[in-house]
């Protein structure tokens, strides 16, 4: 089992930043990738960001130049920097870290922090 903690939402302007944090812990040699999605009120949860193990990352398109995935594998952890925050950015976002197995794959949540960008 892997638990995911996230922190570091909150409130910013238009324009503004904010830098999320996620750890993992338990049974981290099982992660092979990590991520953050979000869910704004009343659409579907969505990726924003996703770095595997080795380094690779995989961004939205809405949010390509504006933010910024990276990882300590050592400390099974991830940070999102985001810039340049827009209202469309409203949600909660939510940490995941996957493990991947021949099958398919086994994701874990955070239970998410709210991130609110004012006008």
């Not at 812990?25 to 009120?41: C, E, H, K, L």
């Not at 933010?67 to 409203?90: G, R, Y």
């Not at 955070?110 to 991130?115: A, D, F, H, L, S």
Request: net charge neutral; glycine share 12%; aromatic share 8%.
């Amino acid at each position: 089992q892997v638990q995911v903690l996230e922190s570091g939402g909150g409130l910013v302007q238009t324009g503004g930043s904010l830098r999320l944090s996620c750890a993992a812990s338990g049974s981290t040699y099982m992660i092979d990738v990590m991520g953050w999605y979000r869910q704004a009120p009343g659409k579907q949860r969505e990726l924003v960001a996703t770095i595997t193990s080795g380094g690779s990352t995989n961004y939205a398109d809405p949010v390509k130049g504006r933010f910024t995935i990276s990882s300590d594998n050592a400390k099974s952890a991830v940070s999102l920097q985001m810039n340049n925050l827009k209202p469309e950015d409203t949600a909660v976002y939510y940490c995941a870290a996957v493990h991947m197995f021949q099958l398919g794959n086994e994701t874990y949540w955070g239970q998410g922090t709210q991130v609110t960008v004012s006008s």
